[in-house]
């Protein structure tokens, strides 16, 4: 499964939102702090969105590891936060579940206040942000699968 992580973060590095997609089994699972619970096709819409719209996106895989049913990788975003011009370096530990060589269940887990400072700057450090930053995310993922 390391070809498979390998393949993954390449294609997030190229912005191939469709490959990272087809990395997915049909019935999958994502989470992270700002979307937190995707399933099915909606982690590929994800993935497919964010890099349709990613324009300065730059992913380093720093390290993964994999034991053919479960996997983890240490990955590092580099971009510019859209709605504020902010640069951001999100430091990302992910844990996979894999099953008939596809990812079944992903999990990114990330320090929500460090990028919300970077993203927002100080007003990010406010308690109602996050519940906004989902709710916008959300909103926008609906949006991008609806169209």
């Avoid at 393949?7 to 999958?28: E, I, Q, S, V």
Wanted: negative net charge.
């Amino acid at each position: 499964m390391d070809e498979l992580i390998q393949r993954f973060y390449a294609a997030f590095d190229k912005h191939d939102g469709d490959t990272m997609a087809a990395c997915y089994a049909p019935d999958a699972h994502f989470w992270d702090p700002v979307f937190q619970d995707l399933t099915g096709a909606e982690a590929g819409a994800m993935w497919r969105m964010l890099t349709g719209r990613a324009e300065d996106l730059r992913v380093e895989l720093a390290e993964h590891s994999s034991d053919g049913e479960t996997g983890s990788a240490r990955w590092i975003a580099h971009y510019t936060f859209t709605q504020t011009g902010k640069p951001v370096v999100n430091d990302i530990r992910a844990t996979f579940k894999f099953k008939d060589g596809l990812i079944a269940d992903h999990r990114d887990e990330f320090d929500f206040t460090k990028w919300a400072r970077q993203a927002i700057g100080l007003p990010g450090l406010l308690p109602p942000v996050r519940s906004q930053v989902r709710k916008k995310a959300r909103a926008g993922l609906d949006e991008y699968m609806a169209s």
